[in-house]
């Protein structure tokens, strides 16, 4: 049996594991900053009851015009650390458990419950990465 859980042991430290995590981590930060600027317009419409645009890309454009461009982007620095940690360990431990259960069969409800379990040890892991605090100007 040391030989199987050895095993288990190398492939949750693994290459693969490392590129799959780094690439769940770019990935999130590749799209939450493509989308950065709906978030702030969908911010500021909760927050700022009196403002005139109600459609978001109004806003958008009233923010760039009144703010500057770099308005839109205020407070991304939290947001964009905390989703790529957290996406890089919830990558690495799905990748990790779906290595260590390799000698099971494939399925829909495997890679789910892997996703769950994923999923809650990243959060009870590390909950500092979900708390992340935005200027709203």
Same mark, same amino acid.
């Given at each position: ?53 109600? =459609?978001?890309?109004?806003?958008? &454009?009233?923010?760039? +015009?009144?703010? $500057? ?7 991304? @620095? ?15 431990? =799905?990748?990790?458990?779906?290595? &260590?259960?390799?000698? +099971?069969?494939? $399925? ?7 996703? @769950? ?21």
């Amino acid at each position: 049996m040391p030989d199987v859980e050895e095993a288990q042991l190398v492939g949750l430290f693994s290459y693969d594991n490392l590129v799959h995590a780094v690439a769940g981590a770019t990935g999130s930060v590749t799209a939450m900053s493509v989308f950065f600027p709906l978030d702030t317009a969908r911010l500021r419409l909760q927050v700022d009851e009196k403002r005139k645009a109600k =459609y978001t890309h109004e806003i958008i &454009a009233e923010i760039s +015009q009144e703010e $500057g461009v770099k308005a839109l982007y205020r407070g991304w @620095f939290p947001v964009i650390s905390s989703l790529c940690c957290s996406n890089f360990v919830y990558f690495y431990t =799905y990748n990790g458990l779906k290595a &260590a259960m390799n000698h +099971q069969p494939a $399925g829909a409800l495997k890679d789910l419950c892997l996703a @769950f379990m994923a999923g809650t040890y990243t959060t009870a892991a590390a909950p500092t990465l979900f708390t992340s605090t935005r200027t709203t100007g």
